[in-house]
């Protein structure tokens, strides 16, 4: 693995025959590099591999017999009644949905030991306050400021009561939350992912099927190897597979380099989430970078935005023809 400027740093070394010229490409390679950070140009520092990539089309026939699908996911409600998606690997499925069990049966535990809790502190504080009642009774009349002292106790008391009660309520609230949502994980069924592309990819030979379930990438088996596809449509999802490459092989293709200048970190984020990004553009080498290619792409993007909004001026009124006008926007747009 290596970086855009160490490829072309190697492939001008290897046509030098002295040391003298080695060392003074090693010296422009190293003001090439300061400068570069310095316009923070992520392309010249992302690491990048050639490593086989492999497509091919999704069978249309044959399901469960030449190809199936290996990814897919469960919904269940969670404690506030909204519902939750788990994305796994089909081997993956129940220990997955145990593990979401287990813990919710943990914290149920942790939520009924509150409540006795609260009931036994009740039974004691009533105990406490049936000996102050058995002490004021044996107080006399005229013992004003003592019977005072045990009546403010025992108003102490029975608001520490009404607390408690009020943290049962509480508890016992969550305690049917936990439950119902432990009822609708169990009803819960695997649902397998929908390719809605034709054409799955490869990439090193191998699919990471733990990356693909991340990323929300389909795992399809056809003839005994394993591809990645798409489940998703209507937006270019090319983000999903530039992070696969960045955290299951540590680096992208050279075809992949331009991908976030082009689309953005924000339209990155939007299709893998912050996370996914952060991790990805980490392992890369390039995290330090995305806020200057933010910054660029808004830069381009106002300048595009300029320039077609003073040609359609120049369309309307007739200095340029709406055909001659059509293919310069085109033209524009491919400058992006």
Request: charged share 35%; net charge negative.
């Amino acid at each position: 693995m290596s970086t855009l400027l160490e490829n072309l740093e190697d492939s001008v070394r290897r046509l030098t025959l002295s040391d003298a010229v080695r060392k003074s490409v090693s010296q422009l390679f190293a003001i090439l590099a300061e400068e570069n950070k310095a316009r923070m140009n992520y392309e010249a520092f992302i690491e990048t591999r050639d490593f086989r990539i492999e497509t091919i089309d999704l069978p249309g026939n044959g399901y469960g017999e030449s190809w199936e699908v290996l990814t897919g996911g469960f919904v269940y409600a969670d404690e506030d009644g909204d519902e939750i998606r788990v994305d796994v690997h089909i081997n993956d499925f129940e220990d997955r949905r145990d593990e979401i069990k287990d813990a919710l049966e943990e914290k149920l535990g942790e939520v009924e030991e509150n409540i006795d809790d609260h009931e036994n502190d009740i039974a004691d504080h009533e105990d406490e306050i049936e000996e102050l009642e058995g002490e004021l009774a044996d107080t006399p009349d005229d013992d004003v400021a003592g019977r005072q002292i045990l009546l403010d106790e025992i108003e102490r008391i029975r608001q520490s009561i009404a607390l408690s009660e009020y943290s049962i309520e509480q508890f016992k609230r969550t305690s049917g939350a936990i439950e119902d949502s432990l009822y609708s994980l169990n009803r819960a069924d695997f649902e397998y992912d929908d390719v809605m592309w034709n054409t799955l990819y490869q990439y090193a030979g191998r699919v990471d099927p733990d990356v693909a379930v991340r990323l929300g990438l389909a795992v399809v088996r056809v003839d005994d190897e394993e591809y990645l596809g798409l489940t998703g449509c209507g937006m270019d999802l090319s983000p999903k597979l530039f992070c696969y490459q960045a955290l299951a092989i540590g680096a992208v293709s050279p075809d992949m380099t331009d991908k976030i200048r082009r689309l953005g970190p924000s339209y990155f984020k939007n299709v893998v989430t912050d996370d996914i990004f952060k991790e990805a553009t980490t392992n890369l080498g390039i995290a330090e970078y995305m806020d200057a290619a933010e910054a660029d792409l808004k830069a381009r993007m106002a300048a595009f935005d300029e320039k077609i909004s003073a040609l359609g001026k120049a369309i309307r009124d007739g200095s340029v023809d709406k055909t001659l006008g059509g293919i310069l926007g085109l033209a524009l747009a491919s400058q992006l």
